[in-house]
């Protein structure tokens, strides 16, 4: 059983609604390089620079009762998201992303017209199915919304066969990773930021990412303090350390920035 309650730590979950029923583009292509289970290549999993982000998640902040991070209402919440994810062929891993985008706010917005738990810029929401008006913001819509992420989502992974790269994308933009590409073909995303190609805060955000899909997947990576949590069991738990700070930046610039 996946263990993502433990995002629900993070965040109280807000907005509700009625699946829509839409066209599901073809699932990624499964790695082989995966030891996580998780659907990320373990080879990011392991990046010195995911390390240091779970060593810092890990390491910061006292416990906090979960019901202070709205883990009730969450847990009711992300088993749904993560059928979004999964109907689309995506891993349930990704719903990290919105965790570090909003903390599952869905009224968050973002200085450059980003809005909702996905932070989906007007054009990038429009682009991929949702309506965006005056009158109606689709982007505030729990599910509508994390589907047309989910699509956005299975785009850039089409687009570079490597979640790196997508989740950098979704971060900077399609363009600028277009851009870094076509200066160095075949880099990896730890190169291109290291070498000027891409910004730095976009390899945070990415190393950020993964060290939530880590935690989640794999609590022992925080020692002892991680509790596991049964579903049926009643009350608030205990947060572990490791994701009192986990909404805190780096953030995106935008979902889809290059939209």
Not at 6 to 32: D, I, M
């Amino acid at each position: 059983m996946a263990r993502w309650w433990v995002v629900g730590a993070l965040v109280a979950v807000t907005g509700c609604g009625l699946f829509r029923e839409v066209p599901v583009p073809a699932p990624p292509a499964a790695r082989n390089d995966d030891t996580f289970g998780t659907g990320m290549p373990a080879s990011a999993l392991a990046n010195p620079r995911t390390l240091e982000w779970t060593r810092r998640l890990c390491g910061k902040s006292a416990k906090r009762a979960a019901a202070a991070y709205g883990l009730t209402r969450s847990r009711a919440q992300l088993p749904r998201l993560e059928a979004v994810l999964t109907a689309h062929g995506l891993p349930r891993a990704l719903i990290a992303v919105p965790a570090v985008e909003s903390r599952f706010h869905a009224d968050a917005r973002g200085s450059h017209g980003e809005l909702g738990i996905w932070q989906l810029r007007p054009a990038t929401a429009r682009r991929f199915g949702l309506e965006v008006t005056r009158g109606r913001d689709e982007r505030m819509h729990l599910e509508r919304s994390t589907q047309a992420a989910a699509r956005y989502l299975v785009f850039l992974h089409e687009r570079y066969d490597d979640w790196p790269l997508a989740i950098a994308a979704y971060n900077a933009g399609e363009g600028r990773v277009d851009r870094a590409l076509a200066r160095r073909p075949g880099a990896t995303l730890w190169e291109l930021t290291e070498r000027g190609g891409l910004p730095r805060r976009s390899r945070e955000y990415v190393a950020k990412v993964l060290a939530l899909v880590r935690i989640v997947a794999a609590p022992a990576s925080c020692g002892a303090d991680v509790p596991v949590l049964n579903a049926g069991t009643p009350g608030p738990t205990p947060v572990p350390p490791a994701l009192r700070r986990a909404a805190s930046s780096p953030r995106s610039c935008a979902s889809g920035c290059a939209g």
